[in-house]
């Protein structure tokens, strides 16, 4: 039973970044598949792919929201997940979790087996 932590959020003026970090315990977080999945405020149903990164780390897709602007990456002694998340807009505030499954990714939400409480981001303008 793996589990997630996330932490980060906060508050940023548009243009600005932020760094979320998500903590896995429970498990061998090396076999895990990782990704990042946003809900905006008043679409508390929708979980928005963000990006996710393999297994390995050699492997990362980003959703095209995000693409160019926010950045995934894994460090395995600390068995966490960050997303480096820059030149932020008001249109990417919402909850960010962080989420697993065994072995590869997938932009699904549904596909996975593990998330965390999740960390609220508000970008204003």
């Known amino acids: 039973q793996l589990h997630l932590g996330e932490s980060g959020g906060g508050l940023v003026q548009r243009g600005g970044s932020l760094k979320l970090s998500c903590v896995v315990s429970?498990?061998?977080?090396?076999?895990?598949?990782m990704a990042w999945f946003r809900q905006a405020p008043g679409k508390e149903r929708e979980r928005e792919f963000v990006?996710?990164?393999?297994?390995?780390?050699?492997?990362?897709h980003y959703g095209d929201a995000v693409k160019g602007r926010f950045t995934i990456s894994r460090h395995e002694v600390l068995n966490t997940v960050y997303l480096q998340m820059d030149r932020q807009q008001p249109e990417d505030t919402g909850r960010y979790y962080c989420?697993?499954?065994?072995?590869?990714?997938?932009?699904?939400?549904?596909?996975?087996?593990?998330w965390g409480q999740g960390t609220q981001v508000t970008v204003s303008s």
């Open positions: 990006a996710s990164i393999n297994f390995s780390g050699n492997g990362k």
């Open positions: 429970g498990g061998a977080f090396a076999d895990y598949a």
């Open positions: 989420e697993s499954r065994y072995d590869y990714e997938d932009e699904n939400a549904d596909a996975y087996d593990y």
